[in-house]
């Protein structure tokens, strides 16, 4: 479980994406990957609140 109070505490990130004009040369996957220190910040935002997403 992450921190109680993480959702509070630490900004909600999105995913970036590459720019459209990119997109169009291919049938790739478009969004752009987080670094393992940017995903940990988002997972401490977990609550284990047991929903399944």
Same mark, same amino acid.
């Given at each position: 479980m =992450?921190?109680?109070t993480g959702f509070l505490e630490i900004d909600r990130q999105v995913h970036?994406?590459?720019p459209a004009s &990119? /997109?169009? /040369?291919?049938?790739r996957e478009f969004t752009l990957p987080m670094? &393992?220190?940017?995903v940990?910040?988002?997972a401490a935002?977990?609550? &284990?609140? =047991?929903i399944p997403y």
């Open positions: =992450g921190k109680v970036k994406y590459q &990119d /997109r169009i /040369r291919h049938f670094s &393992d220190k940017e940990e910040k988002q935002r977990c609550m &284990d609140c =047991g």
